[in-house]
């Protein structure tokens, strides 16, 4: 019988415990690397191959994405819950056989209904295992070292979105979407054997730790109040660029290994700006980096509804890549600094749970598609609705003391 887990750090040696440290980091960055390259970077790819061969419509591939993203938002907060009572690495096991259920009805499926199924599934289990428990697991190991970690764990996300589209369509291509789905569950399950492996449960902090923290308090701030938009723009414009750019490009002559490079190029970007983004932290400071980071999105989106090859080249890969990643990073360091460990894992629940907001924008911009036959005039109202949000975080005050517990 394994013995329990020390509740202080100092009842570690100091190596294990960075052992430790380093392997549930790693376990946390390769589940958001793989689940954010199959479920939302690669699917649009896959789905496009489904509707090519079933007949269906855009609107009928965009109910499947838009399946898969309000199943991940209303699963958000289930990982609160669940932590709690199963432990992490018990929760983030089951995301991945969720996952890997998801992907093998995906498989099988011929109508748009069993493939909405299918996606929402895979979207729960995404839940399950990436953001919310990673920023529990993760900040619980690391301590003040957090920081730094969140810009690396995210930067594997940003590499998941630039390995996603590019390892779909190569895999589509060769195994057909079938064989895509049976591969993708495959290696879902074996996620969840290095999860099981590699996770140990955070040692719990001092009884009176963040105790005076409220997390429903900061419903109640205009902070969250900005933050929270900032996080379901950003999301509703990252799975409209997933769900529509194959189509958007294609009917502007973009061959599909193109578009797919495209998405990849941008991925890249924003993994390399995350990478640095979280050291660099400290001097920029994460207001400033979230105005960037919006305003950057929208430059970003606006090049790819001209799709042109410069316009797409050479302002939506670095801009929209570099926005949609930093945006993420900023929001979740600014909800540490403003609202402490607990709540601020309570908030990013809470966050990503009001996201499904975003389902509307794959939704939306296939509506469109079918009505104007473009996805350029969705592009462009995104695009136009992040800019006054930039605006509005500029307003966003600093934390007098950012161990203090006045909700700012």
């Known amino acids: 019988m394994r013995a329990p887990l020390p509740t202080t750090p100092a009842q570690l040696p100091s190596d294990q415990y960075r052992h430790r440290e380093r392997a549930v980091f790693i376990a946390c960055s390769l589940a958001l690397f793989f689940g954010q390259g199959v479920v939302f970077a690669g699917l649009g790819v896959a789905l496009q191959a489904m509707a090519a061969e079933g007949g269906w419509s855009a609107g009928e591939a965009g109910a499947a994405f838009t399946a898969m993203i309000v199943a991940a938002c209303i699963a958000a907060t289930l990982p609160v819950w669940s932590i709690g009572r199963f432990g992490g690495r018990r929760t983030m096991t089951a995301g991945a056989l969720l996952m890997a259920t998801g992907f093998l009805v995906a498989a099988r499926a011929e109508t748009p209904a069993l493939a909405c199924l299918a996606t929402a599934l895979a979207g729960g289990g995404f839940s399950l295992l990436a953001n919310t428990p990673a920023f529990t697991m993760i900040s619980g190991w690391s301590g003040d070292r957090a920081g730094p970690r969140f810009g690396l764990y995210l930067t594997a996300g940003a590499l998941?979105?630039?390995?996603?589209?590019?390892?779909?369509?190569?895999?589509?291509?060769?195994?057909?979407?079938?064989?895509?789905?049976?591969?993708?569950?495959?290696?879902?399950?074996?996620?969840?054997?290095?999860?099981?492996?590699?996770?140990?449960?955070?040692?719990?902090?001092?009884?009176?730790?963040?105790?005076?923290?409220?997390?429903?308090?900061?419903?109640?701030?205009?902070?969250?109040?900005?933050?929270?938009?900032?996080?379901?723009?950003?999301?509703?414009?990252?799975?409209?660029?997933?769900?529509?750019?194959?189509?958007?490009?294609?009917?502007?002559?973009?061959?599909?290994?193109?578009?797919?490079?495209?998405?990849?190029?941008?991925?890249?970007?924003?993994?390399?700006?995350?990478?640095?983004?979280?050291?660099?932290?400290?001097?920029?400071?994460?207001?400033?980096?979230?105005?960037?980071?919006?305003?950057?999105?929208?430059?970003?989106?606006?090049?790819?509804?001209?799709?042109?090859?410069?316009?797409?080249?050479?302002?939506?890969?670095?801009?929209?890549?570099?926005?949609?990643?930093?945006?993420?990073?900023?929001?979740?360091?600014?909800?540490?600094e403003h609202f402490g460990r607990r709540a601020g894992t309570a908030g990013l629940a809470l966050i990503w749970t009001l996201a499904g907001a975003a389902s509307a924008g794959p939704w939306a911009a296939s509506l469109i598609a079918d009505a104007t036959g473009s996805y350029a005039p969705a592009l462009w109202a995104l695009a136009a609705s992040l800019l006054p949000l930039a605006g509005a975080s500029a307003l966003i005050r600093r934390p007098a003391d950012p161990s203090a517990d006045a909700i700012v």
Do not use: K
């Not at 578009?259 to 207001?287: D, K, V």
């Not at 929208?298 to 926005?323: D, Q």
């Open 160 to 336: 998941g979105n630039a390995v996603g589209p590019i390892a779909a369509q190569a895999a589509t291509a060769a195994l057909g979407w079938r064989g895509y789905w049976y591969g993708t569950a495959a290696l879902a399950l074996l996620l969840a054997a290095i999860l099981h492996s590699l996770l140990r449960e955070p040692p719990a902090p001092p009884a009176n730790a963040d105790a005076p923290r409220q997390p429903l308090r900061a419903l109640h701030s205009y902070a969250y109040g900005v933050m929270a938009c900032a996080m379901i723009l950003t999301q509703s414009a990252l799975m409209t660029v997933f769900s529509a750019a194959p189509g958007h490009l294609s009917t502007a002559g973009w061959a599909a290994g193109a578009s797919a490079a495209a998405l990849g190029a941008q991925g890249l970007f924003g993994a390399a700006a995350t990478a640095i983004g979280g050291f660099l932290l400290a001097r920029t400071g994460t207001r400033a980096m979230l105005i960037a980071a919006l305003a950057a999105q929208a430059v970003g989106l606006a090049a790819l509804a001209l799709a042109t090859r410069p316009a797409v080249t050479l302002l939506f890969v670095p801009a929209f890549g570099l926005g949609t990643a930093l945006v993420t990073l900023a929001v979740t360091v600014m909800l540490v």
